[in-house]
């Protein structure tokens, strides 16, 4: 009987090896049989050696696996030492175990066999976050990949399918996942309440069971909306009391709780500024009621005003989270993280790193991203986001200190799920690659790009050789397709309105959320510099005068920074119009290769997964031509000036 759902790069398959000796699986010290890295060992043997014999302790066979879990390790840090003969894999806790069983077996399989090894690793980061959107009614904003496996007609729901997605997150060493919307509303307000405490603490000890912390998303007006209250000022005796008790009762009933994650005073979720508060009143008020337990809030930083007037030209949506969180860095106690989207606007295809990022020096920072695609393409474009992460983390923020990357300044990472009830979980397979991309980076960011993408390739789709070649192309090329053939040069937006699919130049133009372009028949893009919002003063130098100065500022990022007129020269010779003609051109013509390539793989890769994902391209490639021709067409229309090639821009 066929799996309702795909194992993705957890379908361990025979290896080529002709192996039908004895392994033996030997459990040291402190080491459960029961515990999950024993399970995860057997399960992918079993599968991975069928001609094998697996015994438990046998004093010989021709591979001795060896488990242990050694004091002189951090808890979630492993060492592996292997040869021919087996391996001895130990972890710093039973966890640490786990993502070294995991990390043995990729091992085998990418190495088809036993082999040497020698390898201690210790997750980068310590807080590594799944976040998801999904509604208690089973609905997902903006999910792409069907509907909530965690919810159904305001049940949650723990099944197989659950197993199999602590499972996956484990695998890359994701460990914490908050499982409802961070637009708290309709029946998740009431996840907090004894009506769903049962269910919760299955979910929590099953994630548990996989190193995995459960945390919840709630309402700041909790104490009003489930409590009964008339207030939830945070500095009022009776909303602190109210929390207190909460999280005693609702941390003795989950017993594997991480804590809230929370969005407040954004985009009309309530928050302390309702009440004169500032958000470090309300993150450590909740902080103190859940910190006797452990617990940890996620306060995430996407706060700035959701009506301006496109009439003003000083109030920049991009300023508003140094605005309102620079002022309080030191200001958090110790159990608050403050959730830093990448870049200041909303999950764009290229935006500016997050100032936030080199500004907060005395506060715990969890940087965000989005492996949803909502802006990239939604999963059905290819959009391989990657590359985007690395060079994020990678980001020097010039604030002063001896190691001052993005990676140097945050205590984790966190990226809006992906995943839905599909059979292959993300919609499309080839998006399963920026989930499993996430886990990897957070924990070795040193891997690189291809380094992951070669790993994924060959633990989903096999070794041959033609499959990996042809893959890694189209991934390492859709983001700068993507880019190309929608908004270059830094633009953003420009997509429909609300459901953010597909090309609208002005959809966003006049509206209320700060999103603009300032596009008219002479120029484009925003003045962001000293003499404009003054955005670009919010890093330190060298980088605020280069972003400063259309000369100096990189191109990609120009129209975020400076407004120029269409004649104006980039660093590439060509005039900023002809660039956004021919990248558009460009793009569409890198979609029709990626096509190309996936159809060379007919009869290389599973039915279903090559069909899914010609549907797909012949989506991306109608959506890529679309965009193309409405982008260039408006910009055509507003300067006036002609494709150099001739080609026609209606």
Known sequence: MESAYSKLWLDYKPLDIPFAGKVAVRCLKGVSR??????????????????????????????????????????????????????????????????????????????????????????????????????????????????????????????????????????????????????????????ITKDYYRKLDMLSELLGRWGIKLYLCIDFSAPISVGGLTTADPLDPRVQSWWRDKAAELFSEVRNLGGFLVKADSEGQPGPYAYGRSHADGANMLARAIKPYGGRVIWRCFVYNCSQDWRDLRTDRACAGCNTFAPLDGRFDDNVSLQVKNGPMDFQIREPVHPLFGVMKNTSLTAEFQIAQEYTGQQLHVCCLIPMIKEILAFRTCNGRERDTVLDMIDGAAAVSNTGDSFCWTGSELAAANLYGFGRICSEPGLSAEDILEEWITLTFGRSEEVKEKLLYILLGSREAYENYTVPLGMGWMCKPNHHYGPDPWGYEFDRWGTYNRADRDAVGVDRGPEGTGYSELYYPPLSDMYSSPDTCPDELLLFFCRVPYTHILKSGKTLIQHIYDSHFEGYAQAEEFFRLWRSLDGSIDERTYRNGCDRFKEQLRCAAEWRDIVNAFFHRLSGIPDEQGRKLY
């Open 34 to 191: 029961e515990c999950a890295a024993v399970s995860e060992l057997i399960t992918s043997l079993s599968a991975l050696l069928p001609q094998a014999e697996l015994t438990f302790g046998a004093d010989s066979a021709a591979v001795i696996i060896e488990l242990d879990v050694a004091e002189y390790l951090s808890l979630e840090e492993y060492v592996i030492t292997a040869d021919e003969r087996g391996a001895f894999i130990s972890g710093g806790s039973e966890t640490g175990l786990l993502y070294g069983v995991f990390a043995y077996v990729r091992e085998l399989i990418t190495e088809q066999g036993f082999t040497r090894l020698s390898k201690r690793v210790r997750p980068a980061l310590p807080l590594r976050m799944l976040d998801h959107w999904d509604n208690a009614d089973g609905s997902i904003e903006r999910g792409y990949s069907g509907s909530s496996f965690f919810f159904k007609n305001n049940e949650l729901i723990v099944s197989d399918r659950t197993v199999h997605y602590a499972r996956l997150l484990a695998s890359v060493g994701i460990n914490a996942a908050a499982i409802n919307n961070v637009n708290v509303r309709g029946a998740a307000v009431r996840l």
